[in-house]
């Protein structure tokens, strides 16, 4: 038998159902969802624009395959993305922390990169080996910087404090010493899918040996009438969390439609108050995102939680500095690894933090090592 199934109509799904089936294989996906596209899905809304339902997807690698096989899908229009952060007294600087984000903070007036990195050095907060992620940030920009930018969105986001968390997450953050304001300056590929990427995944699932089923929630024993299952579900949900629970934060969406707004190309602005919000989205600042002038503009505002305060919505693996919650992951990993036809993948099958590149490059290297194995 060589028909496999796939639960999961997200990145990780779609790679491996698209990767088996030009392979041979009949794949059958299936997602709980109403959707297909994951956390990806978009849409066009009431006021013309199109929104991403699950927040911004971004998309940018340094892995000149995976976005040569997303590029076989549909067309893509590059997009170099830009955040500003929202002072308390309504200045908006530039994020992650650059020169200029220095000089508007502290009042300084400082020219040159070595004139910047200096001035970090002197605020920094001596601590040779930071055990933290708290402690990372206060050993690289000091406490003013840290106490400003990460530490209310750290509570707010993870509902933990900083220096709970594992280094890893703040790490991933550039801090520069010039004023470039570019997101994620090093990786080479950067665009959106010009058609959005509902419109991607409807191309990647449209193959002959591939049926897709919405609202169907995977049950255990479903597997049995195929030869594999490659299962993006959470991996502690299929287990019945018989060894604990792995934590995941989730974000609420709040959306608004404003007809008048000041004219900028920021899409993305993040909170520094304590409030419970982190970031504004504008969709109308995202190539290829304004479908249709209405004269209205949408905004999508971000409420992080825990995901069983939202309807079980797991976004982010909760990543602390004790590693408690990776070694349970690799108690469950253990008793997957019995388990004779199926594999977990994606971001909650591995519990993992994962961009979308990292999703696509760790699938499309699973499928195929699935497929050499299989002659």
């Known amino acids: 038998m060589r028909a496999v199934l796939v639960v999961g109509a997200g990145f990780a799904g779609a790679v491996y159902a698209r990767t088996l089936a030009e392979a041979g294989y009949t794949v059958h996906v299936i997602d709980q ?105 206060r050993a690289r920009i000091g406490d003013v910087l840290t106490d400003l930018f990460f530490r209310p969105y750290t509570r707010k986001m993870w509902g933990l404090e900083l220096e709970e968390m594992d280094a890893s997450i ?62 993006s579900m959470a991996i502690d949900a299929y287990f019945d969390h018989r060894l604990g629970d792995l934590p995941y934060r989730s974000l609420r969406f709040h959306s608004r439609t404003v007809s008048s707004w000041d004219r900028h190309d920021i899409s993305v602005r993040n909170y520094t108050d304590t409030g419970p919000f982190t970031r504004e989205a504008w969709w109308h600042c995202l190539p290829d995102h304004l479908v249709t002038e209405t004269g209205r503009r949408s905004v999508t505002v971000e409420e992080p939680c825990d995901y069983r305060q939202n309807n079980n919505e797991r976004y982010y693996p909760v990543k602390t500095a004790d590693g408690r919650y990776q070694t349970l992951y690799q108690e469950y990993r253990k008793l997957a690894e019995a388990l004779p036809n199926m594999t977990f993948i994606g971001r909650c099958g591995t519990y993992q933090y994962l961009d979308m590149d990292q999703v696509i490059n760790q699938s499309l290297a699973g499928a195929r090592r699935w497929l050499a194995a299989r002659g």
Request: hydrophobic share 40%; net charge neutral.
């Open 33 to 137: 969802r109403d959707h297909i596209g994951g956390n990806a899905f978009d849409f066009v809304d009431a006021n013309g624009i199109r929104v991403h339902r699950y927040g911004p997807h971004l998309f940018h690698t340094n892995v000149a395959p995976v976005f040569a096989w997303l590029q076989r899908f549909g067309r893509w229009t590059p997009y170099r993305h830009r955040v500003r952060a929202i002072l308390p007294d309504g200045r908006l600087v530039p994020l992650p922390v650059n020169l200029d984000t220095i000089n508007l903070v502290f009042g300084e007036a400082l020219a040159t990169d070595a004139e910047a990195e200096a001035f970090l050095r002197r605020i920094a907060v001596p601590i040779a080996e930071p055990r933290n992620a708290g402690e990372h940030l």
């Open 170 to 231: 703040v790490r991933r953050l550039p801090i520069r010493f010039d004023s470039t304001d570019q997101y994620f300056p090093a990786d080479c590929y950067q665009a959106l899918p010009t058609d959005g990427y509902t419109a991607l995944f409807q191309v990647i699932f449209n193959h002959p040996a591939i049926t897709l089923q919405l609202e169907t929630t995977f049950v255990r024993g479903m597997e049995r009438n195929y030869s594999f299952c490659f299962n």
